[in-house]
């Protein structure tokens, strides 16, 4: 679908989360979670396009749920990433910080699997740069998150 310049294709309006949790014996005491999604063979956080009428936070915690097998103590907001997807489309991506509650993974057609590494292993790890900028931001917040 060509987009007409007097009316631009709305955004993809998507969520997820900086997943962490606090891991005794890692140097920092702190690892996040990384998702390999096999369609793309990339490792990113976990996020997912919203629901027909649904809130970001709902979606970034659902997405979790889904990809990690976690639930989750949403914190604080991180900056939004936007950037345009394979056909031109324009993508909005809404995170947050989120602390790791109860779960197991159990792996699927859009999450293989999950890795937990220390944040300068995330940020080599992971595949985009908006996304390795996420764990600083994540690293910003953590002074009163984890608090």
Not at 15 to 38: D, F, K, N, S, Y
Not at 42 to 53: A, I, R, T, V
Not at 83 to 93: N, T
Not at 108 to 117: G, K
């Amino acid at each position: 679908m060509k987009e007409h310049p007097a009316h631009p294709a709305p955004p993809i309006r998507a969520a997820g989360c900086v997943l962490w949790r606090t891991a005794p014996g890692v140097p920092g005491g702190l690892e996040i979670a990384l998702v390999h999604r096999p369609k793309y063979d990339d490792w990113s956080h976990p996020k997912g396009k919203l629901k027909q009428g649904e809130e970001p936070l709902a979606a970034a915690v659902r997405e979790v749920a889904e990809e990690t097998g976690m639930a989750c103590e949403p914190g604080a907001p991180l900056p939004t990433t936007r950037y345009r997807v394979a056909d031109g489309r324009p993508k909005e991506i809404r995170y947050w910080a989120a602390r790791a509650a109860a779960g197991t993974f159990v792996p699927s057609r859009e999450v293989d699997r999950v890795v937990w590494l220390p944040p300068a292993a995330a940020r080599h790890r992971l595949t985009q740069g908006h996304d390795r900028a996420l764990v600083d931001a994540l690293l910003a917040t953590l002074p009163s998150e984890a608090a």
